[in-house]
């Protein structure tokens, strides 16, 4: 691979793969109000959000860091009072107690406001207006989570990649991928531009070790590991895969202040694609640098998946980030070119209609469902036994397969997500 295209991609990981806290969608709706309030030019008094169904589907039921609550109004209400836009997916890492009183007022108060927008140009939109005494102001993220396409003070118009579409080629100027791309990139890239990687597995073992503090969420992992299921889940590094990523999960979803690395907007995929991948390195004592080729390989497997399914759909982004940690997994076993191949088409046979029903407590099952069949797809792979062109939708072509499920999740499956959201919103 020649040195253009392996620093093209390098820049792309990097700008996917980023630290957030929180999960993505509710920190992102946070972000745009603060970037609204920062050019308002006072005190903003309320703030109304106009929301795609995605956005508002996946930011209802997840817990907003270090508030112990759930759901919109806090996290407009942090964006308000202490967010910062120069802090990206990080927006409220500056909270204190005093800020989150003030944002728990504008709360009470009913200081905010979110409406469905149902003609937004994208899956992915947040717009937020601000209003002060005397002022008004407008931001709007579009396209991807941190990517700010318009801001406006009293009518005049500061910041505008918005009106003449220039969001939806955010990413279509990056490096073009295919699977031997990623395979290649991962396995021939000097190893010392890829250390970086190891930042992500630092960050996600961190949460994990969090959720031996408290009680999170559901608790997956503890059910797990728990000494009277013993004897039905035994004690293996199958169990420890799925454990130790469900619990960094559990601990995100229930709101911890706590960073993950996150990949292509989403803490739970950064997750999913790094944990199995660590744990079974540590676990099979490979050396440091396999584990940052399978690193990369995962990674990349999942930003390549999800900018042709796109960041929000109906199919739940962790079976995509599942696919990645088999990539990763698959390569740490010592499989090859074919049989990393073979474990994508097997992760596409089983699990590819698992639904996106929002970001919530929850996901932590979705996420030991993705680890568990991670791990059985690169042990058929190991063994050469893949779904075969004649199965379903998969292809003889890996790159076809992906395709083949990236249309269902984007195209095929788009009166589901809206069943699912007005399900939501009945309740």
């Known amino acids: 691979m020649n040195r253009e295209d392996i620093d093209a991609i390098l820049a792309l990981i990097k700008k996917e793969v980023v630290p957030a806290i929180g999960c993505t969608e509710p920190v992102a709706v946070a972000l745009t109000v603060a970037r609204a309030k920062e050019v308002l030019g006072e005190k903003p008094l309320r703030s109304e959000l106009f929301l795609s169904r995605n956005i508002l589907k996946?930011?209802?039921?997840?817990?907003?860091?270090?508030?112990?609550?759930?759901?919109?109004?806090i996290a407009i209400a942090l964006g308000m009072v202490v967010?910062?836009?120069?802090?990206?997916?990080?927006?409220?890492?500056?909270m204190n107690p005093d800020a989150l009183a003030e944002a728990k007022q504008l709360v009470d108060d009913k200081r905010t406001s979110v409406e469905l927008k149902e003609d937004a140009p994208d899956k992915l939109y947040i717009e937020a207006r601000c209003y002060g005494k005397h002022n008004s102001s407008k931001a709007i993220i579009c396209g991807t989570h941190n990517n700010i396409v318009y801001v406006e003070a009293n009518g005049e118009v500061l910041h505008d990649e918005f009106t003449n579409g220039n969001f939806s080629q955010v990413e279509s100027n990056d490096v073009r991928l295919n699977f031997n791309k990623i395979y290649d990139f991962a396995v021939e890239t000097p190893l010392d531009d890829l250390h970086f990687m190891l930042e992500a597995a630092r960050l996600n073992k961190l949460a994990a070790e969090e959720s031996k503090k408290g009680t999170f969420g559901h608790s997956v992992a503890r059910v797990i590991e728990n000494e009277s299921f013993r004897h039905v889940m035994g004690s293996s590094i199958y169990n420890r895969l799925v454990a130790v990523t469900a619990s960094a999960c559990d601990v995100r979803m229930a709101g911890a202040m706590v960073p993950v690395m996150s990949n292509s907007g989403s803490g739970n995929q950064g997750i999913t694609c790094t944990l199995p991948v660590v744990v079974f390195a540590e676990e099979m004592n490979k050396p440091e640098d396999d584990l940052v080729r399978a690193l990369a390989l995962s990674h990349l497997m999942v930003i390549y998946i999800k900018r042709r399914l796109g960041r929000l759909s109906a199919l739940c982004g962790v079976t995509v980030a599942g696919i990645g940690a088999a990539c990763g997994i698959t390569h740490l076993m010592g499989g090859n070119r074919d049989q990393v191949a073979y474990a994508v088409k097997n992760m596409i046979g089983n699990i590819a209609g698992m639904l996106c029903d929002g970001a919530k407590p929850s996901c932590a099952l979705k996420v030991s469902s993705s680890v568990s069949s991670a791990t059985f797809s690169?042990?058929?792979?190991?063994?050469?036994?893949?779904?075969?062109?004649?199965?379903?939708?998969?292809?003889?072509?890996v790159d076809k397969t992906i395709n083949n499920l990236s249309d269902i999740g984007s195209e095929g499956m788009s009166e589901v997500d809206k069943m699912v959201l007005n399900i939501m919103l009945k309740k």
């Open 58 to 73: 996946n930011s209802m039921g997840v817990g907003i860091p270090g508030t112990g609550m759930i759901g919109l109004p």
């Open 83 to 94: 967010g910062k836009s120069e802090y990206g997916l990080e927006v409220l890492k500056d």
């Open 378 to 397: 690169a042990m058929m792979a190991m063994d050469n036994k893949v779904v075969s062109s004649l199965e379903g939708i998969a292809d003889e072509d």
